[in-house]
């Protein structure tokens, strides 16, 4: 059974830092381009960063450069998401997907998390 579980969201203060994870079982993680999306109330999915299988190439949205750092560990098949100086509009839903493409397009996502919330909030 595929499976991609996210943890590590919660409620931090603007400023603040969090670590997402990404825990991928039932297939060969390895193999894929790891990337994390959010979705706040209202608004479209956007693809905020991804990772190459080996992990030599990573992708950031301007939204989030300089704040966010994607990272993976493939002997643990888990992928993760350093999120630094938080701000509110930071505040989302976030899901981890697993794409054969390197890629940041919902579309081109072959698994899917559940999802992590993450509220940015004094």
């Known amino acids: 059974q595929v499976q991609l579980v996210e943890s590590g969201g919660g409620l931090v203060q603007p400023g603040g830092s969090l670590r997402l994870s990404c825990a991928a079982s039932?297939?060969?993680?390895?193999?894929?381009?790891i990337a994390w999306f959010r979705q706040a109330p209202g608004k479209e999915r956007e693809g905020v960063s991804c990772?190459?299988?080996?992990?030599?190439?990573?992708y950031y949205a301007d939204s989030v450069k300089g704040r966010f750092t994607i990272s993976r560990d493939n002997a643990k098949n888990t992928g993760y998401l350093q999120m630094n100086s938080l701000k509110s509009e930071d505040t989302a839903v976030y899901y981890c997907?697993?794409?054969?493409?390197?890629?940041?397009?919902?579309?081109?996502?072959?698994?899917w998390g559940q999802g992590t919330q993450v509220t940015v909030s004094s």
């Open positions: 997907a697993a794409s054969r493409y390197y890629s940041v397009k919902p579309n081109f996502m072959h698994y």
């Open positions: 990772i190459s299988s080996s992990g030599g190439r990573t």
């Open positions: 039932g297939f060969t993680s390895g193999d894929y381009t």
